[in-house]
């Protein structure tokens, strides 16, 4: 199959939706990460997004919508709070679950009797819905266990050959895939920190928990409350090592253990060791956020075998980018501010 990139006209949307209508996948641009979308009710089609990327098929997929009305045929309940966190912060990168439909097949929902909602923000992936006139179940376009992709240029390099289309709508603005949260009691827990950070979330629910899963790695036969919890991910070929500590006793560190051939990934410019080849993945949680997927990717190109990574601090979106690069060292922390 040959995969052809299109432009985001209205013309070559139209093109994008009927395919999508007839049965195929296609690349999609967000305001989060690139998607791999087919429609949600057709359960042949999103066995191809499955295929396509090499997906576990516990692994549930997010429902994308243009207006809120889809909802009622998604989901079989919809929380009070749902509709108040949908008016403060949809679109954009918010994932809600709630109990699902039978009109959404298991396949759609990895097997759960719940199903994952967001309405995009990115005015391609708007009107590509509206066109297609169905929802779009779509996750990140990467080859699973990849970093996500953040440009048309990047799908193409893991979907080549694997889909029919790759619609380009620029570069992706936020970079980390969308907040993923469930409803609880009296308020909301983060499955997965994204583009809308728990301080955002608090201005309308009550209580907002982090799940212990965000930040820690699952202990042996734990269940995970979102199943992309238990999957290695964002992982490059590159073995991260996650440095906490500021800038001179990161250095420090890095001149004492670095061999030739490591890499530095520093928040700016000065940082790295002397020597070493080095990325700057920004100096604010939100440039972080943006830089980070496409340095890891970066990083595989260049050869790397060996990063040592500067720690992210937590703080807002922060906390998406602390997450991500956090599982793509596959937990491995090294703490200098620990004495
Ligand atoms: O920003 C995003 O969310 C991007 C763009 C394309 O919209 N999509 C995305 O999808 O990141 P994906 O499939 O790569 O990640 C979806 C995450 C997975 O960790 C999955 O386990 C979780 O959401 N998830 C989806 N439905 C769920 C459900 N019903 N219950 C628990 N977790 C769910
Ligand atoms: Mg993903």
């Given at each position: 199959?040959?995969t052809?990139v299109?432009?985001s006209?209205?013309?070559?949307?139209r093109h994008?939706a009927e395919l999508?209508?007839a049965?195929e996948v296609v690349?999609?641009p967000?305001e989060?990460?690139y998607?791999?979308?087919?429609?949600a009710f057709?359960a042949a089609?999103v066995e191809?997004?499955?295929?396509?990327k090499?997906?576990?098929?516990?692994n549930?997929l997010?429902?994308?919508?243009?207006?809120?009305?889809?909802v009622?045929e998604i989901?079989?309940?919809?929380?009070?709070l749902?509709?108040?966190?949908?008016?403060?912060f949809?679109?954009?990168?918010?994932t809600?679950i709630m109990?699902k439909?039978?009109?959404?097949?298991?396949i759609?929902?990895?097997?759960?009797?719940?199903?994952?909602?967001?309405?995009p923000?990115h005015?391609?992936?708007?009107?590509?819905?509206e066109l297609?006139?169905?929802?779009?179940?779509a996750p990140?376009?990467?080859?699973?266990?990849?970093?996500s992709?953040?440009t048309a240029?990047?799908?193409?390099e893991?979907?080549?050959?694997?889909?029919p289309?790759i619609?380009?709508g620029?570069?992706?603005d936020?970079g980390?895939?969308?907040?993923?949260?469930?409803f609880?009691?009296?308020?909301?827990?983060?499955l997965?920190?994204g583009?809308?950070?728990?301080?955002?979330l608090l201005?309308v629910?009550?209580s907002v928990?982090?799940d212990p899963?965000?930040?820690?790695?699952l202990?042996?036969g734990?269940v995970?409350?979102?199943?992309?919890?238990?999957?290695?991910?964002y992982?490059?070929?590159a073995?991260v090592?996650l440095?906490?500590?500021?800038s001179?006793?990161y250095?420090?560190?890095?001149?004492k253990?670095?061999?030739?051939?490591?890499?530095?990934?520093v928040f700016?410019k000065g940082?790295?060791a002397?020597?070493l080849?080095?990325?700057?993945?920004?100096?604010?949680p939100?440039?972080?956020?943006h830089?980070?997927?496409?340095c890891?990717r970066r990083?595989?190109e260049l050869?790397?075998?060996r990063v040592?990574?500067?720690?992210?601090s937590?703080?807002?979106v922060?906390?998406?980018v602390?997450n991500r690069?956090?599982?793509a060292?596959g937990?491995c922390v090294i703490d200098?501010?620990v004495?």
């Open positions: 199959m040959e052809i299109l432009g006209s209205e013309g070559e949307l994008a999508i209508r049965g690349g999609i967000t989060t990460v998607g791999l979308a087919a429609n057709d089609a191809k997004i499955f295929r396509a090499g997906r576990p098929s516990d549930p997010i429902v994308h919508i243009a207006d809120f009305s889809a009622y989901a079989s309940e919809i929380p009070p749902a509709k108040k966190l949908s008016e403060a949809w679109p954009g990168p918010l809600m109990p439909s039978p009109k959404i097949p298991l759609t929902s990895g097997g759960l009797d719940t199903v994952g909602i967001r309405m923000s005015p391609a992936a708007k009107r590509l819905i297609c006139g169905v929802p779009l179940a990140s376009a990467n080859l699973s266990g990849s970093p992709p953040t240029q990047r799908v193409f893991d979907m080549n050959g694997r889909i289309a619609i380009d620029g570069e992706s936020v980390v895939e969308s907040t993923v949260i469930a609880e009691d009296n308020g909301v827990r983060i997965r920190p583009g809308i950070t728990r301080e955002m201005t629910a009550k928990t982090v899963g965000v930040l820690n790695e202990s042996e734990a995970a409350r979102s199943p992309g919890m238990k999957y290695k991910h992982a490059p070929k073995q090592i440095i906490k500590g500021e001179g006793a250095r420090e560190y890095v001149l253990n670095a061999c030739a051939g490591d890499f530095c990934l700016e940082e790295a002397p020597d080849p080095y990325l700057c993945y920004g100096a604010t939100g440039e972080q956020a830089r980070l997927f496409e890891l990083l595989d050869g790397a075998k040592f990574a500067r720690c992210p937590p703080e807002g922060g906390l998406a602390y690069i956090l599982r060292s937990f200098l501010e004495d």
